[in-house]
């Protein structure tokens, strides 16, 4: 069982802390050769999904993320319940925890069909965090090169394009690196269609 540090430390590197971070640390080293606990991934992985959502120190998040990814590669595994939990770590302001919670989408992008991974991840295109539109462009942005491409993504490019007029520049510059990856992997000339009607439509609307 693992022993959580007490809600009064503080710090990190106190003795309780580097006990909890000790603990994980084993069961992420020895996770692979865990056969019990492929039997009950699902729920393990909630449960730190959970510990995930009321956690504060980046650390400790570091840790949880490290063991979902982990849990995440069993075969029985699916993690799109977690999604809306993880997501919120795309905008963190510590870098190692962004790229934390990337992989873990990584790694449900692989479980997944492709339509069903792109419905779940397009809406956060809206979220008010700049971290999050601009790393789920990014997970789109994978998806479309990586996989056969059975997802209708003509049905999302307005909602992409929009973000060509977002306040933040690396956003932006990720949403016209997403399109070109439509180009490249879909009809040139539909997306310039259609990208040509949007933008029309947008020098329209400030007459």
């Avoid at 991934?41 to 120190?57: D, G, Q, V």
Wanted: hydrophobic share 40%.
């Amino acid at each position: 069982m693992i022993r959580r540090p007490p809600r009064s430390t503080h710090c990190i590197s106190s003795a309780a802390s580097d006990v909890y971070k000790r603990q994980v640390h084993g069961i992420i080293e020895e996770a692979s050769s865990y056969k019990t606990l492929s039997n009950y991934a699902a729920s393990f992985l909630k449960y730190n999904c959970n510990l995930l959502e009321s956690e504060t120190n980046s650390k400790i998040i570091s840790i949880l993320l490290k063991l979902i990814n982990k849990v995440l590669e069993f075969d029985n595994v699916n993690g799109q319940s977690m999604v809306p939990k993880i997501v919120k770590k795309l905008a963190d302001s510590n870098i190692q925890i962004r790229q934390l919670a990337m992989r873990s989408f990584l790694k449900i992008m692989k479980s997944m069909k492709q339509t069903n991974y792109l419905t779940m991840i397009i809406p956060y295109l809206s979220s008010p965090s700049w971290h999050i539109r601009e790393e789920v462009l990014h997970l789109v942005m994978v998806s479309f090169l990586k996989n056969t491409n059975d997802f209708d993504y003509m049905t999302v490019l307005d909602t992409i394009a929009k973000l060509l007029d977002d306040p933040k520049s690396t956003v932006r510059f990720t949403c016209r690196e997403t399109l070109a990856a439509l180009v490249f992997k879909g009809n040139k000339n539909r997306v310039t269609e259609v990208l040509y009607e949007i933008v029309e439509s947008k020098e329209y609307n400030r007459l």
